[in-house]
């Protein structure tokens, strides 16, 4: 029976004396000469493993940096040892042999390897705790977005990524040959998501890949990201949604730092807290674009025209200094910047918002027409026909509630908690122009 | 502020007399001359109304079947009105006017509506309380799936869904333009789970769409399903799998039973207890076959060959009659039907396994190849070139564990749990060859 590194003091402790079987990979040997010392890394940790010969698979071949082992042994204290306790190994089993040769070397300091020897040793380079505890944080993020909503009666959906396409006359589409026709690839499930609020669901959310076919490669983008998608029927305007977002973030936050610690603490990371959240700024376009263009002239910098990424750290920066808070949210975007389904508030505002978080752009949503005349008198507007949206159409022709939403990028919001330069970072695979393997 | 339809009894008995608002949708108008009656539904049930007028919109027009409306007005005990309440109005607000022709009538019996109907108005269907219950459980499998792997410690992954394809040689792939080259929809994260459980996160769970460019249309077949995919290092065989995917169903089944009874209910569905789980047999391939075919003979049938969607079926009916089980595990599958990666137990036989449960397979499973030199060997046999096999290499010569792992098709046992005839009924937005909308 396997015990894991984190618990072999304990083991120790219940029964002492007694032999324990441990697995995991070899993290680092040190040959002392007559003793050599293995560190064991596993899922929960690492253990000091001493031999008093020299270690060798069955073949006698010397044991290799990474090979998966199982040793079997008896626990000694030793205050020198991580953790406190040590294996005095009596049994050795190489199980996954690892070749002598690494293309680098797991166990190094990775603060000196380059995002591109990472990203093309991914096999290699998720071993490092450190890489690893990215995608610990990622997965508590997912189950705590869902279980905030799930608590508050929202419905999880999976809807298609295959789409007949062409709806927002968007460019930045993926083709997909499918079968003797050609399908594009979900930019995100925004007409599905706003269908099940129409078809009684009124409360929904989704955990899917959405996709963007941007050429531009910078460190803000993936062309294929984990969306987190949410719903809602029955809102009065984008304020309820900012409302729902807030508190879901916070609770994103308070289980992070309930349950990941540890993962926090090796990326020198923390996150904001309830009062923090509580305290956002809510600052509209029109203001919030004024207001960058004054900081960025007292910083030395020119005029900021619109909400670009230089004007979205200006506001988070102010946000910060201004309310103590590392978000800040913009809202009533302009008509001509947000798609043909957004509700306009006046002639040339939407009730539609950005979350910013710590520089950065991590969500974006707003309240959606429903109703139908307004949806074909604004057609015209985005150069958009009625033929070619009857599918649009249908969602609003037979009863529509007023309704609105957001979406979180995943990686975007692991990044910015942790402090990541580039959002590649936080995604496993990550794909971009260059980049479909591994 | 808004109250459920559910909760209208109860808000009257805290407030007896006062006010209190609804909103939903128009399921049913009964004109009784001075009185109409109308049925509201939202997302929590339905709600009887009463107008002592005939409900108008503020333009005077005569309310239609599925508008989305608000109304005021005081709760009234009536033992005929559905819930023992009903709400004698004051005010009416129409806000999403249904447009007065329907394409098909949503209050009616919907046994009567073929597959075809169902799915070309998913925006009208999925107000059948009954259809939208399938994705009220389907919701619920997905948290149960997830909740019970994380109790045990696994780690939820997402992984990239555009593959440089290939490596398996498969047939039923869909392309994908990606820039200036051409890349694949994935068919599984197959290698993506491998490489997680070799970086040391050892257990790993992923829900996320796959791809089969399969041309067939059956009741079993979608080209785009959700997978429920599980791996974990350290097994030691594919019985350590069996085990897990028992227990996790038999969570599943305790939570739906739990959470969804009324869901169960429309559909007249049950799900096994943990002892029917329990008793889930595990049959060899060669048996499993031999089996099927004496049972088809006894039915009248001819012989059966391999374990096809008949042999399921016999095999069930024989789980069912003979361990009193809707579950049927089918093991050591012959080399020749399994993918090269699958670990042998022998010269012809493998460590994999299906899970039959009544009727169908819903998932396939097994324990994964570790050895690199046991991979190179074997590569010859399944024709395929090592130079084209580098990253599926390179996962296997740094150190892997004996690993292992499975899939769930969630549509499919969504459909099994339901007793839905089609996989498609399963499916929110199913895909076809010839469906790609809505």
Redesign the interface.
């Known amino acids: 029976m396997?015990v894991l590194a984190r618990d072999v003091a304990a083991a120790a402790g219940e029964n002492p004396g007694a032999e324990v079987q441990v697995?995991?990979?070899?993290h680092r040997i040190r040959d002392m000469g007559g003793i050599t010392f293995v560190v064991l890394?596993?899922?929960s940790g690492i253990l000091q493993l001493v031999f008093n010969e020299k270690p060798v698979d069955s073949s006698g071949a010397a044991l290799?940096l990474?090979?998966?082992i199982s040793a079997r042994g008896v626990p000694a204290l030793n205050g020198k040892a991580p953790g406190g306790v040590e294996l005095r190994v009596s049994a050795l089993e190489v199980?996954?042999?690892?070749?002598p040769e690494?293309p680098y070397q797991v166990n190094a300091d990775i603060s000196r390897l380059g995002l591109e020897t990472i990203l093309d040793n991914?096999?290699?380079s998720?071993?490092s705790?450190k890489i690893?505890s990215i995608?610990?944080v990622?997965?508590a993020i997912?189950?705590a977005f869902?279980a905030y909503l799930?608590s508050r009666?929202f419905?999880?959906?999976?809807?298609?990524?295959?789409?007949?396409g062409g709806t927002e006359g968007g460019t930045e589409l993926?083709?997909?040959?499918?079968?003797d026709?050609k399908?594009c690839?979900a930019q995100s499930p925004q007409?599905?998501k706003e269908?099940?609020v129409?078809?009684?669901?009124?409360?929904v959310f989704e955990?899917?890949?959405a996709y963007r076919?941007e050429?531009h490669d910078t460190p803000r983008h993936l062309?294929?990201y984990?969306s987190l998608d949410v719903e809602m029927g029955?809102i009065e305007s984008e304020k309820d949604l900012m409302e729902l977002e807030k508190g879901l973030l916070c609770h994103v936050f308070e289980e992070l730092n309930r349950g990941n610690g540890a993962d926090l603490a090796r990326w020198n990371a923390s996150v904001p807290d309830a009062d923090a959240v509580a305290a956002s700024p809510v600052i509209g376009y029109e203001e919030a674009v004024k207001l960058a263009s004054e900081l960025s002239g007292r910083a030395g910098g020119g005029r900021i025209f619109d909400l670009n990424p230089e004007a979205e750290r200006f506001l988070c920066e102010w946000s910060k200094k201004e309310h103590a808070s590392d978000l800040v949210f913009v809202n009533e975007f302009p008509r001509r910047y947000r798609p043909f389904y957004t509700y306009p508030s006046d002639a040339n505002r939407t009730m539609s918002f950005d979350a910013l978080f710590r520089g950065l752009e991590i969500s974006t949503g707003g309240r959606r027409q429903?109703?139908?005349e307004a949806f074909v008198d604004a057609l015209p507007r985005f150069g958009l026909k009625l033929e070619n949206m009857r599918?649009y159409a249908?969602?609003?022709?037979?009863?529509?509630?007023?309704h609105g939403g957001f979406a979180i990028g995943?990686e975007r919001l692991t990044a910015r908690i942790l402090g990541l330069a580039n959002v590649k970072e936080a995604?496993?695979?990550?794909?971009d122009?260059k980049r479909?393997?591994?």
Chains 1, 2 share one sequence.
């Open positions: 396997r697995s995991g990979w070899v890394r596993d899922r290799t990474e090979s998966v199980t996954g042999r690892a070749a690494l991914r096999i290699l998720l071993r705790p690893r995608f610990n990622q997965a997912v189950e869902s799930r009666d419905t999880e959906i999976k809807t298609s990524k295959l789409v007949w993926f083709e997909v040959e499918y079968f026709r399908v690839l007409f599905y269908v099940m129409a078809s009684g669901m009124e409360r955990v899917a890949p076919a050429k062309n294929e984990v029955f429903h109703s139908y599918n249908a969602l609003l022709q037979y009863g529509c509630p007023p995943l995604s496993l695979f990550p794909r122009r479909v393997a591994p």
